[in-house]
T-cell receptor, first 112, second 114 residues
């Protein structure tokens, strides 16, 4: 069966520090991968999606970037974090077209 | 572009009773899919139910069912025989056929009273 792993679960970082959040999927090949951010008490905002290795589409211009170095690996990065980057970050995947997205457990990011 | 609107920030229901959560959406696509996700305090996003827009029959999953009104662009979720474990944030979402554009509503926080 397919599983999605996302880490770390919690992260506290100072302003201006770099960021790397990782997401991997097991049990499937060539998944579509997604990064979302959820502000407190709000819905999900799509940040990036990827349909294949090296293919990244950005939904919202901001301080973050994404990369897909391997088929089932999706990384969210920043060179210098801002206070506004705080939030809950969720990775998701989908396989067959028009199937629901399946989510990782999320990363709670706090910027101090 | 798609938009999804959940007009009820909070709802409450008595245990064993029935509650309906509202959702409206707007899309220019003719082929799309609608979902309800549940997010408990653990913050996992759990798929509750899925509806294909081309299907007239309302989806049902155990105690969860939807009322899909395509002309009105309405997609409400009915939870029957509510249980304490149903307490969570519920998000309505729509996804276009190209599978890269899923939009979420702002969510409805459901409280279940014992």
């Amino acid at each position: 069966s397919q599983t999605i792993h996302q880490w770390p679960a919690t992260l506290v970082q100072p302003v201006g520090s770099p960021l790397s959040l990782e997401c991997t999927v097991e049990g499937t090949s060539n998944p579509n991968l997604y990064w979302y951010r959820q502000a407190a008490g709000r819905g999900l905002q799509l940040l990036f999606y990827s349909v294949g290795i090296g293919q990244i589409s950005s939904e919202v211009p901001q301080n973050l970037s994404a990369s897909r170095p391997q088929d089932r690996q999706f990384i969210l990065s920043s060179k210098k974090l801002l206070l506004s980057d705080s939030g809950f970050y969720l990775c998701a995947w989908t396989g067959q077209p028009n199937q629901p997205q399946h989510f990782g457990d999320g990363t709670r990011l706090s910027i101090l | 572009a798609q938009t999804v609107t959940q007009s009820q920030p909070e709802m409450s229901v008595q245990e064993a009773e029935t509650v309906t959560l509202s959702c409206t959406y707007d899309t220019s696509e003719s082929d799309y899919y609608l979902f309800w996700y549940k997010q408990p305090p653990s913050r996992q996003m759990i798929l509750v139910i899925r509806q294909e827009a081309y299907k007239q029959q309302n989806a049902t999953e155990n105690r969860f069912s939807v009322n899909f009104q395509k002309a009105a662009k309405s997609f409400s979720l009915k939870i029957s025989d509510s249980q304490l474990g149903d307490a969570a944030m519920y998000f309505c979402a729509s996804q276009t056929n190209n599978n890269n554009d899923m939009r979420f509503g702002a969510g409805t926080r459901l409280t279940v009273k014992p």
